[in-house]
Every structure is written in structure tokens, then in C-alpha cells.
């Protein structure tokens, strides 16, 4: 079973309005890590928060993290076309001391609509 | 900054033969990852290597193999390969150790077409 899964799995929303979708892990976590990819294309690095922390924020984006349910949101405001893109959660849950893998989520598709 | 560096970026193969992908690391990175990502998929954790040694390995096949030379870059061999191996395949690499924070920088991914 997936150690990350994402909610929604597609998201359609005007520009200006806020995207949130969330993620949620089965295991406990060194981090986790949000990713965007657009349409087959590379992944690109949004934002990480460690288990410590609650809430992150970087530009557009805002991360929060709830250990207790296992789960993180990502929040986009005042979204814009370019942010059309997959959107996923990867896990680090450092079990041995070499080799971090990141374990992915489903992936939240968003299209923000000019 | 420096990226990531993945070779080649598109490859097509018959069923049944072989492909070698290759990845450079981010210079002083000492741990590379490799995930395979179908279409439509989410990525997958292939296999890692930290200091030129196979440190985690995940869902990977029998009929690939990879490693890591002494230059940190990293080769990913396929053997016998079937249409099912048809995927986007990504190369990161991370600073592991104190002065690392555990982010992943992934490659711009070679796309693999077995026909």
C-alpha cells in the first residue's frame, strides 16, 4: 500500500483563487516534501518541512504538517495560470541511516483556469 | 547552480534489448537515487547508492542493475526490456550527513519508449 496518498486527485479552480489539497502517510516521517511536476516533465522541489515543524511558508505557498493524523496540506493563493501542474507529496521516513527514499503520493492534478 | 544531469533524455528501444542511462550529480553530493515513474503514475524508488555503495533498494527489477563510479556519476542498466519499462526515469542526488537537510534534487528525467 501507498505510504503517501493525495486528496484531491484533481482540482479545477479560477486564477486569483486559493488551490489546497492534501496528503496523507501511513508511517512516521524524517520530512516531508512537496513536488510539482508539469505534464510529463521533470519534478521540481516546492517546499520541505521536518517533523518538528508545523508550518512552513515560501512566496504562494503554505505548508502545514500534522504528525498526529499523519497528514501535510499545500496551499496555493491567488493561484495563476502557470501554476497548472501535479502536484505531489513524498515522504522521508529515514529508516536506517543510509539511503533516504522518498515515497510519493498519488499526485493532485490542478488546472487553474485564465 | 549546477543540476542535476541526466543522459540520454529520450531513448528508444525494441522489446528485448538493453539501455544504460546515466546521471551526474550535483558536484559534493554523495548519495543518488533513481525512481521510475510510468505514465500516469506517481514516481517509484528504484535504488540508491551513498559513497559509491548500494544503500537502499526499492522495487527494481531483476533484469536492471545500476551503480555508482568513482566520480559519483551513476549508470542504470536494463536488460531484456519489455514494453512495461516504458517510463519517464528520474536521477536525484542529496547531501546526506549533518550539512545535509535530506532535499532531494531531482534530474530533468530520461524518457525510455520500448516499442
Known amino acids: 500500500s501507498q505510504q503517501g496518498e493525495e486528496d484531491p486527485q484533481a482540482l479545477s479552480i479560477q486564477e486569483g483563487e486559493n488551490a489546497t489539497m492534501n496528503c496523507s502517510y501511513k508511517t512516521s516521517i524524517n520530512n516531508l516534501q512537496w513536488y510539482r511536476q508539469n505534464s510529463g516533465r521533470g519534478l521540481v522541489h516546492l517546499i520541505l518541512i521536518r517533523s518538528n515543524e508545523r508550518e512552513k511558508h515560501s512566496g504562494r505557498l503554505r505548508v502545514t504538517l500534522d504528525t498526529s493524523k499523519k497528514s501535510s496540506s499545500l496551499l496555493i493563493t491567488a493561484s495563476r495560470a502557470a501554476d497548472t501542474a501535479s502536484y505531489f507529496c513524498a515522504t522521508d521516513i529515514r529508516i536506517k541511516a543510509a539511503g533516504n527514499k522518498l515515497t510519493f503520493g498519488g499526485g493532485t492534478r490542478v488546472l487553474v483556469k485564465p | 547552480a549546477a543540476g542535476v544531469i541526466q543522459s540520454p533524455r529520450h531513448l528508444i528501444k525494441e522489446k528485448r534489448e538493453t539501455a544504460t542511462l546515466k546521471c551526474y550529480p550535483i558536484p559534493r553530493h554523495d548519495t543518488v537515487y533513481w525512481y521510475q515513474q510510468g505514465p500516469g503514475q506517481d514516481p517509484q524508488f528504484l535504488i540508491s547508492f551513498y559513497e559509491k555503495m548500494q544503500s537502499d533498494k526499492g522495487s527494481i527489477p531483476d533484469r536492471f542493475s545500476a551503480q555508482q563510479f568513482s566520480d559519483y556519476h551513476s549508470e542504470l542498466n536494463m536488460s531484456s526490456l519489455e514494453l512495461g519499462d516504458s517510463a519517464l526515469y528520474f536521477c536525484?542526488?542529496?547531501?546526506?550527513?549533518?550539512?545535509?537537510?535530506?532535499?532531494?534534487?531531482f534530474g530533468p528525467g530520461t524518457r525510455l519508449t520500448v516499442t
Open positions: 536525484a542526488s542529496s547531501l546526506r550527513g549533518t550539512s545535509g537537510d535530506g532535499q532531494q534534487y
